[in-house]
């Protein structure tokens, strides 16, 4: 399956597995999904014997965190946050280390093999895992050993991360799979920007889109890397739709004195 017809499905029949094989799958093409999903059989493998189903959500997260954390050596990579392996499932199980969300997504698609109810939580700023068993639910933190967190540890996390919002329940409930592929991508965005690597990010992009086709920020940031890289029709495409979903954002101006300028520059080049 390509990212575009992965993205076109419906909101319940995303796979979060898939999604983070396809976004790995760009960095290594050819990548095989089977034999990471191998991996992660073999990983779970040895949890399915200790009938981790029956037991409440703190013994779960007690022996999640002793089995991955400390017996296998995952980590959160605090030496090279930005590093983009950090962002490919199958990096990350190779390397033992990964950002907050790479290594929630591990965790979860683990802990699921071995029977335990596990979401990921795109908590502000720092993305958790969240266990359900039939009485309670237990926030976890893959980044940091998967160590529980309480509200008071929740709350605290939230201040760190510079947001204004007040803690509440409503910050810890399962995040749906289109949000969590979505904000994978944002975080490869950010460091691909930031590196210059524009040919990435422009394949970023297209896939944001495909997964958001609602988004406009994507459509506006699109047809600017287009005109960056020399492609003026595409880029004024791109900036023609998006003033056509946002007639009345503050931006719409000086978006249509580009698309004006990418308009000239065939005839300009045709003068020359």
């Given at each position: 399956?390509?990212?575009?017809?992965?993205?076109?499905?419906?909101?319940?029949?995303?796979?979060?597995?898939?999604?983070?094989?396809?976004?790995?799958?760009?960095?290594?093409?050819?990548?095989?999904?089977?034999?990471?999903?191998?991996?992660?059989?073999?990983?779970?493998?040895?949890?399915?014997?200790?009938?981790?189903?029956?037991?409440?959500?703190?013994?779960?997260?007690?022996?999640?965190?002793?089995?991955?954390?400390?017996?296998?050596?995952?980590?959160?990579?605090?030496?090279?946050y930005y590093d983009p392996r950090n962002s490919f499932l199958d990096e990350v199980i190779a390397r033992r280390t990964g950002i907050p969300i790479s290594l929630s997504v591990l965790y979860v698609e683990v802990a699921r093999r071995a029977g335990v109810a596990a979401s990921p939580v795109g908590f502000p700023g720092h993305f958790l895992v969240r266990i359900d068993d039939p009485e309670r639910r237990l926030v976890v933190d893959p980044f940091h050993g998967g160590g529980a967190l309480d509200e008071v540890g929740l709350a605290e996390l939230l201040r760190r991360s510079g947001s204004r919002l007040r803690y509440s329940s409503e910050l810890i409930a399962p995040t749906p799979v289109r949000q969590v592929v979505a904000r994978m991508l944002m975080n490869l965005r950010g460091i691909y920007a930031s590196r210059g690597d524009y040919s990435r990010l422009l394949l970023v992009i297209d896939r944001m889109i495909d997964l958001l086709p609602t988004a406009t920020d994507e459509l506006r940031e699109r047809g600017l890397l287009f005109a960056r890289l020399g492609a003026p029709g595409a880029a004024h495409a791109d900036l023609a739709r998006y003033v056509e979903s946002l007639p009345h954002a503050d931006d719409v101006p000086e978006v249509k004195r580009w698309m004006e300028r990418l308009a000239a520059e065939p005839a300009m080049r045709a003068q020359n």
């Open positions: 399956m390509d990212f575009g017809t992965y993205a076109a499905q419906s909101d319940d029949e995303l796979d979060l597995l898939e999604g983070a094989l396809l976004i790995a799958s760009d960095a290594h093409p050819g990548l095989d999904h089977r034999a990471v999903e191998g991996e992660l059989d073999a990983l779970a493998e040895p949890l399915k014997r200790r009938g981790l189903g029956a037991m409440p959500a703190p013994a779960q997260a007690r022996v999640l965190a002793d089995h991955l954390f400390v017996g296998i050596g995952f980590h959160g990579n605090d030496a090279d």
